[in-house]
């Protein structure tokens, strides 16, 4: 099983835009780009939301019927670890095993020994065709490498052994993530960590390493965008020299995670993309659920009603609601228009202060950051929030479509 060159993650939380989210993908297909669809859900998503990952494997086989897709679609374990994969065995085929948390921990002498063994190879200058200078490798470097990456190495095997034992060779696409960590990741690590992954033996296919800058929930990238783009692109080359030097493969390629919309980006890494005629593997993850308020907003009655009360609640809950995400929010709680005052809001204002369109003046990234992140309370509605998804489908379909397909596709994948 070879995931494609093109591959993007459409999170859902409530599983109730499926078809919508894949309809963006055929309106790329009809422009001539071909991007293959990853629903991918976390355990925690699915128990802040009561769902399982069966629902999620029947959303997407839905989807898939209803629109007569003939293309790969992937269900992925978001994610995941040791004491989380098994619920996901059986649904998905695709699984980010998620190994940040080991990153630091302190592998034994042995593992150590045997690892620089093998990097000891590259000691010395190494040129990397596409990277401009050259890696100048230390035995120095090479121990201080192993030291932060090769416990979360040997656990990526560990997972990926399981999986094989459970679900056989060849039947599913593994990705390796780095990114819910505080530090990057620089080339020159990425290409021992990828080393490392090698002579474990995991067919990796996807890897999300953190990348330089703020990636806040729901908004725009945070950073330089030039320093963003060199070390994407050194990544670029790093894989494709790697993918021969280890044999790797040959489909290896980056995974751009979080919850952001890092727009400022996507024309940078097209270009990049197109230069290198490399692939990638984009996570739009989350901001579906923004799509979903958007449209009760503009539906009126009990839509606009609902939308209101999600800010409401979230306004006076912020700190429990900011509890799992403090290093990837910054709200300004004095840009944050009261509720009181929201509630006197037309569904469209509600709309277009929530809608991540940087030319509009009434788009407020507070007021976005926070929604993103208070999903538990429409969660806490329960049949309510979910009934309205029915009710206002098609002004809420409408938006998520749009979303995915000109906010996110068209620049990275079509680079307009
Ligand atoms: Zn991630």
Redesign the pocket.
Known sequence: MLLEKYSIGIGDRYGHQGVAQLKALVCAKNEGVSIVPVWNKSKREHSLIGSIPADARKEADNAVSELGWKDSYYIDA??IGIKTVDDFVKYCNFF?I?VADFIGEYPNEQSVKSFVKKASAYLGKIEIPGISGQFDITENKINTIAKKYLVAIKEAARIYQHLLSLKGADSFVTEV?L??NEQPQSPEELFFILLGLAAENINIQTI?PKFTGRFNKGIDYIGDTNVFINEFEDDICVIKYAIKEFSLSPNLKLSV??GSDKFSLYKPIHDVLIKHDAGVHL?T?GTTWLEEVIGLAEAGGEGTKIAKEIYEQSFNRIDEMMKPYLTVVDIDFDKLPNPIEVYNWSGEKFAVTLRHDQSNPAFNIHFRQLVHIGFKVAAEMGERYTNALVKYENVIAKNVTENIYSRHIKPLFLGK
Do not use: I, Y
């Open positions: 978001d994610h980010t998620d993530s990114d819910e999300a995670h979080s996570k993850a």
